[in-house]
């Protein structure tokens, strides 16, 4: 199916486990994104990629890897799960025109509970 | 000052109602502006760009003003399924332009 996809869409994990979100696009965007989103703070920055093996931090991108061997998979990975990693995660692509993005697309989130 | 902000809401207005949401963004040099709409537990999706010149889909309405650096959103005849929350989304110019920066969102109930 064309879009952005994500798995899992609910997770639940135990504190100082190893868990990885995945994010799959079909679209060949440049560009993707991972957001968190909790009440009170809207949609978060994590990390983006700019295209395959370019990544770099956004806002909060403290306790989260990532990566992009591949132009439309870019996982996150929490390497040691924290309860204040509890939040709905949403992967997102844009495309690049005229050197401004586009608007981004987003995936269907993924629920992640740390107990 | 926040880069992006809006009114939290919640806007609570009756069935064919017309309200308007405002969003003020702190960067003069940003380039694009959206809005996306957000139902409950889902993704956001984009409802409109915001072009200079204003436009109009249906019963909505963007507009821009640059020099006072807000966009709005008019719905006009509102319906109970126009319900949700309204992201204000802009992406700056120059470095960064990758970037989509989400204002936190209007909630928007309409009620029968």
């Known amino acids: 199916d064309a879009g952005i996809t994500q798995s899992p869409r609910y997770k639940i994990t135990e504190t100082g486990r190893q868990v990885t979100l995945m994010c799959h696009q079909t679209?060949?965007?440049?560009?993707m994104f991972w957001y968190r989103q909790d009440l009170g703070h809207g949609l978060r920055l994590i990390y983006y990629?700019?295209?395959?093996?370019?990544?770099d931090k956004g806002e909060v991108p403290d306790g989260y890897v990532v990566s992009r061997s591949k132009t439309e998979n870019f996982p996150l990975t929490l390497e040691s799960a924290t309860r204040s990693q509890t939040s709905v995660y949403f992967c997102?692509?844009?495309?690049?025109?005229?050197?401004?993005?586009?608007?981004?697309?987003f995936g269907q989130g993924t629920r992640l509970t740390v107990v | 000052r926040k880069e992006v902000e809006q009114d939290p809401g919640p806007f609570n207005v009756p069935e064919g109602a017309t309200v308007a949401f405002n969003c003020t963004y702190s960067?003069?040099?940003?380039?694009?502006f959206f809005w996306y709409r957000q139902d409950c537990r889902k993704e956001p999706k984009l409802l409109m760009s915001?072009?200079?010149s204003g436009n109009e889909d249906g019963r909505f309405t963007a507009q821009l003003n640059r020099a006072s650096q807000y966009i709005s959103l008019l719905i006009r005849d509102s319906k109970l399924s126009d319900s949700a929350t309204y992201l204000c989304?802009?992406?700056?110019?120059?470095?960064?332009?990758?970037?989509?920066?989400f204002g936190k969102g209007t909630k928007l109930s309409v009620i029968p």
């Open positions: 960067n003069s040099a940003s380039q694009s």
């Open positions: 915001v072009y200079s």
């Open positions: 989304v802009v992406i700056p110019s120059g470095a960064g332009s990758y970037q989509l920066t």
């Open positions: 990629s700019a295209a395959a093996d370019i990544t």
């Open positions: 997102a692509s844009s495309e690049r025109d005229r050197g401004v993005n586009t608007e981004a697309f």
């Open positions: 679209w060949s965007h440049s560009y």
